[in-house]
């Protein structure tokens, strides 16, 4: 069966946006926006999967609302909402809770990373978050997921849910006219020279929210100043810069500041290696510097401007739950069904 083509992606409100959750997922979000009907999702209901301060996590939720819209993303067009306003989400996480196994889940490395040494400790909620996640695309029953490199393993775990519902119910969603499959088998779109961008301190780590460094990221609301400190300082090695993308082999930090500059730029790494190639990396980075300034920079303006303005903000996420709510809706309403609940 044929689903209609729909975008679904989220982002933790979890504080200090970067330059990874930019190029990696919101700049896909802008881009996509042409093509597609697109709901973008502030996904509190995860952030609290670990800790959150009360007064941080609602700063944080306006955040990331004022990053969607900064970057570009009209409310309007599409959705903007934040996950806890529509229920619909945590209700089928339920459902997915007894469909996915339990091995299934043991196998996801995030968990293992976030939960670390002490996994007795760990929230049940950080062990579930992979179900709730499948949930929140498939309630839309979206077709087309972008986000980072980091991700895929548990989009690949979305798609086994679906599948494992469609097949489990399979009598059941055939019998009420739904076809073949009740669900789509959501597609990971993780492209570009930016799918996993790098802390600038260390080639082997990746760029996260919650590194102690604060010069391992940058981060939307940086000021030029910051930036271009950020960047003079990002670790390098002695060699000048190689002419063919062969020569990043084994260079994981040049390897990441090319990608950085691809992605800024909308181009491809060789294109940047072209003008580059023989470089030193002061030479480099002095133009990278110029390129992140006048790209993040009216981002970073125009979010701290509308942090300033929640009314503002709560009214886009009031007025995008609601229209995500309808859909969401309709979508519980079938499974109930499918399932076997009785219904009002
Ligand atoms: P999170 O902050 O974990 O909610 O991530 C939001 C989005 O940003 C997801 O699509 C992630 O895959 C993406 N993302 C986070 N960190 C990076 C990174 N270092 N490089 C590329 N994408 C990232
Ligand atoms: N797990 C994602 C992250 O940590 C955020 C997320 C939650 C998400 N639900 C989603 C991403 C649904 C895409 C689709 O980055």
């Known amino acids: 069966m044929a689903f209609k083509p729909l975008v679904f992606s989220g982002v933790q409100p979890t504080g200090n946006l970067h330059l990874g959750n930019y190029l990696g997922a919101i700049k896909k979000f802008v881009e996509l926006?042409?093509?597609h009907d697109c709901i973008y999702c502030v996904v509190d209901l995860h952030a609290i999967t670990v800790w959150q301060d009360p007064a941080e996590l609602t700063r944080n939720i306006r955040e990331v609302t004022a990053a969607f819209l900064a970057c570009g993303i009209d409310p309007k067009k599409h959705i903007i909402f934040n996950q806890s306003q529509v229920?619909?989400?945590a209700e089928l996480a339920w459902i997915f809770n007894c469909v996915a196994r339990?091995?299934?889940?043991?196998?996801?490395?995030?968990?293992k990373e976030k939960a670390g040494k002490d996994r007795e400790n760990a929230s049940v909620g950080l062990y579930a978050y992979p179900n709730l996640m499948a949930a929140d695309i498939l309630v839309y029953r979206a077709t087309h997921v972008p986000v980072g490199e980091d991700q895929k393993q548990h989009l690949e775990l979305s798609r086994d849910i679906a599948q494992k519902f469609n097949s489990d119910f399979k009598e059941s969603i055939e019998s009420r006219g739904f076809g073949e499959a009740f669900f789509p088998l959501p597609e990971p779109l993780i492209q570009g020279p930016a799918t996993r961008v790098m802390s600038l301190r260390d080639g082997s780590k990746k760029m996260s929210k919650s590194d102690a460094s604060d010069y391992s990221r940058i981060n939307l609301t940086d000021d030029s100043d910051t930036i271009a400190q950020k960047v003079r300082k990002a670790k390098t090695d002695a060699e000048p810069l190689p002419s063919e993308q062969k020569g990043l082999e084994a260079r994981p930090e040049?390897?990441?500041?090319?990608?950085?500059?691809?992605?800024?730029?909308?181009?491809?790494?060789?294109?940047v290696l072209k003008e580059f190639g023989g470089a030193q990396f002061s030479a480099f980075k002095g133009s990278l510097v110029d390129l992140a300034v006048a790209k993040l920079g009216p981002i970073g303006a125009e979010m701290k401007r509308m942090v300033g303005d929640a009314a503002y903000i709560?009214?886009?996420?009031?007025?995008?739950?609601?229209r995500a709510q309808i859909i969401a809706a309709e979508t519980m309403k079938a499974v109930k069904d499918i399932v076997g609940f009785v219904r009002r």
């Open 33 to 35: 926006q042409n093509s």
């Open 102 to 111: 339990l091995g299934w889940l043991n196998r996801m490395t995030q968990f």
């Open 254 to 271: 040049a390897d990441n500041l090319i990608g950085i500059y691809a992605a800024l730029n909308d181009v491809n790494k060789a294109d």
């Open 87 to 89: 229920a619909e989400h």
């Open 314 to 322: 709560d009214g886009v996420l009031a007025d995008g739950s609601s």
